[in-house]
């Protein structure tokens, strides 16, 4: 019995964990170049691996799956036209690259702006790279093509850097929409089939309709859970009263 509570009470943290990354997506549908997060499961197994062998019975009852990591769906969302001048959004696989504190990061998020001197940076204040570094507009009429070659008043200042990166899994969120990659170096290449289109953004990749569906599947498998611990404790119980009763 202590065994199939501690399964139950596995499943009910699993679904919680489930809960906030669903709770977490739905609150960014709005978030230029948000990416959604998903959790994957691992299956702990114990007992002799044989080929062909597909009783695992016992082994999923007394070994509860266990929420493994938290992966980022990186497929694009739906472009949307705003006609600003400094929004620009990616038609590809690629990431724009943002300069931090924390060093060289990765975004989708193109709503950019200009500080006090003129540099192309993030709604954080984060430079914006281009392949010569940070890149400084002096001017009014400023055009990007699909290359991400930024003039200024009809004279090219720089190319801004789009790269793509193999391993894009190794990333990690360091805000909404900010990747970096902590502890490795991630392998950067120039992004190749890539369109830079200014006077757009890219919204967020979460499916709202998918993510209400899971969030109530989620809520039912919590409530399913918290019914068994329940059962299982007034089980308990019964047994510990009864015992030494005279028949």
Do not use: H
């Not at 943290?13 to 489930?18: G, I, P, V, W």
């Not at 769906?73 to 690629?94: C, H, K, M």
């Not at 989620?218 to 299982?232: A, C, N, P």
Request: net charge negative; charged share 25%.
């Amino acid at each position: 019995m202590t065994q199939a509570l501690f399964a139950a009470s596995s499943g009910a943290r699993a679904c919680e964990k489930r809960l906030d990354i669903l709770a977490n997506n739905l609150s960014n549908i709005n978030t230029v170049g948000f990416k959604q997060d998903s959790l994957i499961f691992k299956v702990p197994y114990q007992g002799s691996e044989q080929k062909g062998d597909s009783n695992l019975g016992p082994s999923l009852i007394l070994n509860p799956t266990q929420p493994n990591a938290t992966i980022t769906d990186f497929s694009p969302g739906r472009l949307r036209y705003t006609q600003n001048v400094l929004d620009l959004a990616l038609d590809g696989n690629g990431f724009f690259c943002i300069e931090t504190p924390e060093g060289r990061c990765y975004t989708r998020k193109g709503n950019f702006t200009l500080n006090q001197e003129g540099v192309l940076v993030t709604k954080d204040g984060y430079p914006v790279l281009g392949e010569s570094g940070e890149i400084k507009i002096n001017g009014y009429d400023i055009s990007i093509d699909e290359g991400g070659e930024v003039s200024v008043d009809g004279a090219a200042v720089d190319t801004i850097s789009v790269v793509s990166i193999a391993n894009a899994q190794i990333l990690r969120k360091i805000g909404g929409t900010l990747f970096s990659s902590p502890g490795s170096r991630v392998e950067e290449n120039k992004a190749e089939n890539v369109k830079v289109k200014q006077g757009f953004i890219e919204t967020s990749n979460v499916n709202v309709v998918k993510a209400m569906t899971e969030m109530i599947d989620v809520l039912r498998g919590y409530e399913s859970y918290q019914k068994i611990m329940q059962t299982l404790d007034d089980a308990r119980k019964r047994a510990v009263n009864e015992v030494g009763k005279p028949g």
